[in-house]
């Protein structure tokens, strides 16, 4: 193939690349919208109780779990990345022990998050100065549901094995799955039993281990699994590098996304509730950008593992063809129906006033940010857990923070206020998409595919 050839974007791909595309990403993508509905319901089940403590308590438990298994989410990114390297060289054998290791890994650190759970409520306290019956009730969500640890990040490499083995639909059904069993348990024991907070958290422990405990047969079956193979250290060893790389990526992005929330209390209450309701559009940005990076990650691993290098560029250049539709969409709903949006969101008419001065950044965002969504499927795709962290590394410490400082500290930007987080949060997101597409046009291995 020419260099020409190679340097060509095609806009045309055969019906069947599109069909391909979308069985991995519709079915994720509907996952993504399920598992929020079927949680409003869970939220409206507790909260219809009498005190709003109990509202309270079982919030803020499940935020402290929820930001642990997000931190997590290195099992389900890795697997993947290895899952569809096997799958594409059609190596059964690699496939079953990359599954075995991952639940090995998610044991172990499910077990440690048990072990150091009594530490939770205390940090919780002296983070957010709560106590109390609140933190009673707090501690008691997290004693409960913290056991269902090992299930929640089993769940997380049982759904990286089927994205990567292209099994979307099957991945999808067990999200819903979790999400309907968490809703019913919840019925039963909550307004049944009338067990308030701990029944919402036997309801969560109940969905996350049946959940486990199917995925695994799921798995088991589609692997042909009939013992349970011997870890292969070397290969484990391995896995372990490409997890604390992706785990040291998710927490530089978690500490950014958190400031968007934590400092905007500087600037008042009403600036905290409008960019929380405005980060919910980044909720509805990821539902579709999200389901173009899983295919991207598992189409591109199975080329990678097939040493195909056509098929990586043809899935790397059709992925980013409808990354970008889907991001000019975005951008074409949140111009028109941005403020009917918020409205939805917030009813509160000093939230809709602040949030109004604001949303041009979330009309520009979906242009900016879908680039990184985009290429960090190409990432996993790669296996390139380093490059990853890297990247992401240079754009949190190198280009967020400095121009949050410098547009907070230096006096002739400290008129920007709130907006100084908005263009902190779009110049990070720029970096991060320009700085993969850097390492990708400076990769020894993709300057033979793009």
């Known amino acids: 193939m020419s260099a020409g050839s190679r340097s060509s974007f095609r806009l045309v791909f055969p019906k069947r690349d599109h069909k391909m595309v979308f069985a991995i990403a519709l079915p994720m993508i509907i996952s993504n919208i399920a598992a929020p509905m079927l949680g409003l319901v869970d939220t409206a089940i507790i909260g219809h109780l009498p005190d709003a403590i109990y509202l309270s308590a079982v919030a803020l438990g499940a935020m402290v779990l929820s930001f642990i298994y ?59 100065a709560i106590d109390g019956e609140l933190l009673q009730l707090t501690n008691t969500y997290i004693q409960i549901r913290v056991w269902a640890a090992p299930a929640a990040l089993i769940n997380l490499v049982v759904l990286g094995v089927l994205l990567g083995r292209q099994q979307a639909r099957a991945a999808m059904m067990l999200v819903i799955f979790t999400n309907a069993v968490n809703v ?78 934590g400092y905007a209390s500087y600037y008042g209450a009403p600036v905290v509730a409008a960019n929380a309701v405005l980060m919910q559009f980044l909720v509805l940005i990821s539902l579709g950008l999200d389901g173009i990076a899983y295919s991207v990650e598992a189409l591109i691993g199975q080329a990678k593992g097939q040493k195909n290098s056509e098929r990586i560029r043809r899935w790397y250049q059709l992925g980013l063809l409808w990354s970008i539709l889907f991001a000019t969409v975005y951008a074409a709903i949140f111009w028109l129906f941005g403020h009917t949006i918020v409205r939805l ?19 520009i965002l979906p242009l900016i940010a879908h680039w990184s969504y985009f290429f960090d499927g190409v990432f996993i795709g790669l ?58 046009r400076k990769s020894s291995y993709m300057q033979a595919q793009l």
């Open 184 to 261: 019913i348990a919840d019925v039963i024991l909550i307004i049944g039993l009338g067990m308030n907070v701990a029944g919402a958290a036997w309801a969560s422990f109940g969905a996350e281990w049946s959940t486990a405990i199917i995925g695994l047969l799921i798995v088991s079956k589609a692997l042909r699994l009939t013992r349970f193979p011997m870890p292969q250290w070397q290969n484990m060893r391995a896995l372990l590098n490409m997890n604390r790389d992706i785990f040291i990526r998710s927490l530089a992005l978690q500490l950014c996304i958190a400031m968007m929330t």
């Open 345 to 363: 969101i917030t009813n509160i008419p000093e939230v809709i006033n602040t949030a109004s001065i604001y949303l041009p950044w979330l009309i």
């Open 383 to 440: 296996g390139a857990s380093k490059a990853m962290r890297n990247t992401m590394l240079i754009a949190a410490f190198g280009i967020f923070f400095p121009v949050w400082a410098i547009t907070n500290f230096i006096p002739a930007f400290a008129t920007l206020g709130n907006h100084s987080l908005w263009l902190a949060l779009c110049c990070f997101m720029a970096a991060r998409g320009l700085g993969q597409w850097l390492w990708l």
């Open 70 to 128: 997000l931190l997590a989410v290195f099992l389900r990114m890795s697997t993947t990345a290895v899952i569809a390297h096997a799958y594409g060289a059609e190596n059964i054998t690699e496939q079953q022990q990359h599954f075995i290791h991952g639940v090995v890994f998610a044991v172990v650190i499910g077990i440690a998050i048990i072990l150091v759970s009594p530490l939770f409520a205390p940090l919780l306290s002296s983070i957010l």
